[in-house]
């Protein structure tokens, strides 16, 4: 066998490698029912997580109210306190504040992302807005649950600070 013989036949065989290992990749790879079923999962046990860090929350601050929020903006939880107080002195009436917390995980994108979303105002001030993703393929419970723990945290403490 010559020299041009065997050169035809390593580029064949390096051919047919490739084919091989970009079959394997297919066959690897997630389908989008698959990564629709890990967001899903993933949705829910972080809701999970808001509810019980936003319910405990507004166990320690009398006045405000939880409520389960669903829309296309995502999935997740706020709570929510309106406080009347005598105006500045020296002037009649009443000044309304309105504090509010919320934390949604967004729908389903071609991005195929986890992503939580936080807004915070405290007394008619926005205070927090936080965004926090991760792939599909890489997602980790444990650090998605951490972050939501320290943005209710952080909002406690502004919260107690401002009340």
Same mark, same amino acid.
């Given at each position: 066998?010559?020299?041009?013989?065997?050169? +035809?036949? $390593?580029?064949?065989?390096?051919?047919?490698?490739?084919?091989?290992?970009? %079959?394997?990749?297919?066959?690897?790879?997630?389908?989008?029912?698959?990564?629709?079923?890990?967001?899903?999962?993933? %949705?829910?046990?972080?809701? +999970?997580?808001? +509810?019980?860090?936003?319910?405990?929350?507004?166990?320690?601050? *009398?006045?405000?109210?939880? @409520?389960?929020?669903? !829309?296309?903006?995502?999935?997740?939880?706020?709570?929510?306190?309106?406080?009347? $107080? *005598?105006?500045?002195?020296?002037? %009649?009436?009443?000044?309304?504040?309105?504090?509010?917390?919320?934390?949604?995980?967004? *729908?389903?994108?071609?991005?195929?992302?986890?992503?939580?979303?936080?807004?915070?105002?405290?007394?008619?001030?926005?205070?927090?807005?936080?965004?926090?993703?991760?792939?599909?393929?890489?997602?980790?419970?444990? !650090?998605?649950? @951490?972050?939501?723990?320290?943005?209710?945290? @952080?909002?406690?403490?502004?919260?107690?600070?401002?009340?």
């Amino acid at each position: 066998m010559n020299f041009d013989q065997r050169l +035809e036949r $390593a580029i064949e065989r390096g051919q047919r490698q490739r084919d091989a290992e970009s %079959r394997d990749r297919a066959l690897r790879a997630m389908t989008d029912e698959e990564y629709r079923n890990v967001h899903s999962k993933s %949705r829910l046990e972080l809701s +999970e997580h808001v +509810e019980v860090g936003l319910r405990k929350l507004a166990d320690y601050f *009398p006045g405000f109210e939880y @409520e389960t929020l669903m !829309s296309a903006d995502g999935w997740g939880a706020c709570i929510r306190r309106d406080d009347l $107080a *005598p105006g500045p002195p020296g002037t %009649r009436g009443m000044v309304h504040g309105y504090s509010h917390l919320e934390m949604l995980v967004r *729908p389903y994108s071609a991005a195929r992302i986890v992503e939580l979303v936080a807004r915070g105002a405290i007394r008619n001030k926005e205070v927090l807005s936080r965004s926090h993703f991760q792939q599909l393929i890489q997602v980790d419970m444990d !650090s998605f649950c @951490e972050v939501v723990d320290q943005w209710v945290l @952080e909002y406690a403490e502004k919260f107690s600070a401002r009340n």
